[in-house]
């Protein structure tokens, strides 16, 4: 087995797993479309560099979705959770 220190990790399919998993608390809260943070902040801040999250640097337990961030989170949340058949 090899260590985590040989294994090069993939941010992007962390991002993408963070993104779909967001999906699962999402709600309007009358404002646009929110998500509970409780992610890596490393991970959030890619989030919000690659446009699907609002800045999340802020004292609030949630975090705005991007219209974008939206349709990509419950693109990726079938992709990786949806069961085949």
């Known amino acids: 087995m090899e260590s985590e220190s040989e ?3 993939d941010i992007d399919k962390i991002d ?6 967001l999906y699962l ?14 992610i890596d902040w490393e991970v ?3 989030l919000h560099e690659k446009g699907y999250i609002y800045d999340p ?3 609030a337990k949630s975090v705005s979705v991007t219209t974008e961030g939206e ?3 419950e693109e ?7 069961k085949d058949g």
Request: aromatic content about 12%; proline content about 0%; charged content about 35%.
């Open 7 to 9: 294994v090069e990790i």
């Open 16 to 21: 993408e797993v963070a993104l779909a998993l």
């Open 25 to 38: 608390t999402m709600g309007d809260d009358g404002s646009g479309m929110r998500a509970w943070k409780g």
């Open 44 to 46: 959030m801040n890619r």
């Open 57 to 59: 640097r802020n004292k």
């Open 71 to 73: 349709e990509k989170a």
């Open 76 to 82: 990726l949340f079938k992709k990786y959770f949806y």
